[in-house]
């Protein structure tokens, strides 16, 4: 861990007085108005308020790109020390629960594809509609029918892109919109990717004993 990170983590983390009483103050105020406060007073502590509210939520997220548990802390610390960088680009457009997660998402991949030896390797395709329409659909209902335990197995051996992409519909309700603002690509693109992560986890998944 980075002295940079190991200081971080103090700050947002410290039990002080100074800490609780700065809770205490801004535990009513909303996602949002608190995005406010920190921008406006730079205040690592206050931060820790927000952190404290997602944690979980970006840690699960990492998670779904992470090799082991350790790997999936520390990049959940590693998006908290971007988004205290990056804060002040929150623009309220949308609930701040949404663009903290389109964050960690775009976050994590950027983070994948800097490990060259573990690189998506996605052949996604841009098709239209019609060319999509055509394509034969894998139900969903068969993915909820399958063994929890074989289905983690299976989710462990797709790559991390299939892997979030599953996680993200199936876990999380995300819809085709949800995917298109989160991935920043294009309709046909997600569902092309979430047609061929489903194929994949299929075809690992029956290889399975």
Request: with cysteine; glycine share 2%.
């Amino acid at each position: 861990m980075t002295f940079l990170k190991h200081l971080f983590l103090i700050l947002i983390s410290n039990p002080d007085k100074k800490f609780l009483e700065t809770e205490d103050l801004y535990a009513h105020l909303s996602d949002e108005e608190l995005v406010k406060q920190i921008v406006a007073t730079n205040d690592p502590l206050l931060f820790g308020k927000l952190y404290d509210r997602y944690a979980k939520m970006v840690y699960n997220k990492c998670y779904g790109f992470a090799k082991s548990d350790d790997e999936a802390e520390d990049l959940t610390q590693d998006v908290f020390l971007q988004l205290f960088i990056k804060l002040r680009t929150f623009k309220g457009k949308s609930k701040f629960s949404t663009w903290l997660y389109s964050f960690t998402y775009n976050f994590c991949v950027n983070y994948v594809n800097r490990n060259k030896q573990r690189k998506m390797n996605d052949q996604s395709v841009q098709v239209d509609d019609s060319e999509h329409k055509l394509t034969e659909e894998i139900p969903d209902q068969s993915l909820y029918q399958m063994k929890t335990d074989k289905l983690q197995k299976s989710l462990e051996l797709i790559s991390a892109e299939d892997k979030s992409i599953l996680l993200l519909k199936y876990q999380d309700g995300a819809s085709i919109k949800d995917l298109v603002h989160l991935m920043d690509i294009g309709e046909s693109a997600a569902k092309m990717r979430l047609k061929r992560a489903k194929e994949r986890l299929v075809e690992i998944y029956n290889t399975l004993d």
